[in-house]
């Protein structure tokens, strides 16, 4: 048994000694709803009930992604070559499917999909220059 769990126990033993809940909140350094917690979950489940829980929630309603929409995110990115921010837009435009970016980098990420492969630009133009200024310079005069 680990000290949590002791100090946890001593709480709801002190409570059920004294029968009041402000003085042992006083005595231990916690407060009412901590207490409250413990002994809920000691009368439940005994001294297993002491025990830390997951704090992860058991289901997540707001979870959006699924294998369809992780197809559509990795088609745009394969056969459009197309960013996180473009797949959002087109997400919501043709599927009327709204994502942010941190889900779509997720999905991504998770693919090991490669980065966008950029287009090769022309090399800049080299600029026409000439120790004398205003050589080779047409001007025509009426």
């Not at 709480?11 to 709803?33: H, I, N, T």
């Not at 704090?55 to 088609?75: A, G, L, M, Q, V």
Request: net charge positive; with cysteine; glycine share 4%.
């Amino acid at each position: 048994m680990n000290r949590e769990i002791k100090a946890r126990l001593q709480w709801v033993r002190l409570y059920e000694l004294k029968q009041d809940a402000g003085y042992v909140c006083r005595y231990c350094g916690v407060s009412r709803p901590t207490l409250r917690k413990w002994l809920k979950r000691y009368e439940k489940f005994g001294l297993d009930g002491l025990k830390d829980q997951s704090r992860k929630p058991h289901n997540s309603p707001t979870k959006k992604i699924n294998e369809k929409i992780e197809k559509w995110i990795i088609d745009f990115r394969s056969q459009r070559n197309l960013g996180a921010r473009r797949i959002q837009t087109e997400l919501n435009r043709l599927h009327e499917c709204s994502l942010s970016l941190a889900s779509i980098h997720k999905v991504l990420t998770k693919h090991e999909v490669k980065p966008i492969k950029r287009l090769r630009r022309k090399n800049k133009y080299k600029s026409y220059s000439r120790p004398i200024p205003g050589d080779r310079v047409q001007i025509d005069v009426w």
